[in-house]
């Protein structure tokens, strides 16, 4: 008997010292995603229908384990008044505790209505997947001969797991709507540490890719005015200077100067806006109508009206050096028969790609 003892304790030791007893999480660590409920991450918000969300605690998508351990689940949630949690292995209550024996449990828990018994919601469902192997079962023996079965509950093996951390990537596609019917659609790489309970933290997100999609775009003046009436504010100095260098060169052909006019640089304004969200760099308006057509309706029905616009220039010496090299542009700022001017800037929809400039000539 004392040899049997002696054999037994060497086997443990042995045991031991591979590692046999040392229970761990496998798990795939990954978060728990709702569909619809995905953007309700706060434990015991509702959905539209009223009903509570439950979620299992710590959740991960799989979990192996050892032969004949204790495996523990938690609801992070109470049942409301009115419902019970029933598992999918039938026990009810908020914890859920069984022996892994079977090779795989599907784990899950439901709110259920206790008045109709009918089950309301449901949490995603867990994997666990047991080793049922021949050596799995003899050290399950042992381990319950000297009272070292493995428990997991919620999901790590032992009261004081050690902590670890595991970095990762992944891409996610992002949609923002901007205004007047532009949307911005982003792939992000984001970069992030997770700990052994699946929990994740972002430490970086970058754009791999952005597209603005602007086919539909759709803004009549009245919308486009506030936004105009603003850059002329914020981009004072910079009206200023493009009306300084246009009237330079006026001077340098022996022209006489053009004056600022108010009501024209409030419609160039809008009108920058419009090519800067449309990415139409066109005389012709998104509406199909010339750029005349906003001469019109902000009663310039006579006279002589011009326009020149330019794209992607980040300040006005750029963008009067582009307007003074190309001849139909500088023809329009070398007309004698203009005597008032209207200059409009805007940011393009896109930042990275520097600013829109607007010139609106008129002449009586």
């Known amino acids: 008997m004392k040899i049997l ?13 591979a590692g046999f007893f040392t229970g761990g999480v496998k798990a795939g660590f990954k978060d728990l995603v709702l569909s619809a409920a995905a953007a309700r991450e706060k434990a015991g918000q509702a959905d539209e229908s009223g009903i509570p969300e439950i979620t299992i605690k710590n959740y991960h998508k799989t979990l192996d384990v050892y032969y004949n351990s204790t495996v523990i689940f938690h609801t992070a949630e109470d049942a409301p008044k009115g419902y019970e949690i029933v598992w999918s292995n039938g026990v009810k209550g908020t914890k859920c505790e069984f022996t892994a024996i079977n090779s795989e449990y599907i784990i899950y828990a439901n709110l259920v209505d206790s008045s109709t018994g009918k089950t309301v919601k449901s949490t995603d469902s867990v994997t666990v997947t047991v080793n049922t192997g021949f050596f799995a079962k003899v050290i399950a023996f042992f381990r319950a001969l000297f009272g070292m079965t493995p428990v997991y509950e919620d999901f790590y093996n032992g009261k004081n797991p050690e902590e670890s951390k595991e970095t990762g990537t992944e891409l996610i596609s992002s ?28 430490t970086k997100e970058e754009v791999i890719k952005e597209n603005y999609d602007r086919s539909a775009y759709s803004a009549c003046y009245n919308d486009l005015l506030p936004a105009a009436r603003l850059n002329t504010n914020t981009y004072r100095d910079y009206i200023t200077e493009v009306l300084r260098l246009t009237n330079a060169m006026r001077a340098e052909g022996g022209v006489a100067p053009l004056t600022l006019d108010d009501k024209l640089t409030e419609q160039a304004n809008v009108r920058a806006e419009e090519i800067a969200w449309s990415g139409l760099h066109s005389h012709t308006r998104p509406n199909t109508k010339s750029y005349s057509s906003l001469f019109i309706e ?7 009206a011009g326009e020149n616009i330019g794209w992607y220039q980040t300040d006005p010496a750029e963008v009067c050096r582009m307007w003074k090299e190309s001849p139909t542009h500088y023809e329009n700022i070398m007309n004698p028969a203009y005597t008032k001017i209207g200059i409009g800037v805007a940011a393009e929809a896109d930042p990275s790609k520097g600013l829109c400039w607007v010139q609106h000539f008129y002449g009586s």
Request: with cysteine; glycine share 8%; charged share 25%.
């Open 5 to 17: 003892k002696r054999i037994i304790a060497a086997a443990v030791c042995l045991m031991m010292t």
């Open 298 to 304: 902000n009663g310039y029905t006579t006279g002589t």
């Open 175 to 202: 949609v923002t709507r901007l205004k007047y019917g532009v949307v911005l659609n982003r792939i992000i790489k984001v970069y992030y540490e997770m700990d052994k309970y699946g929990r994740k933290t972002v």
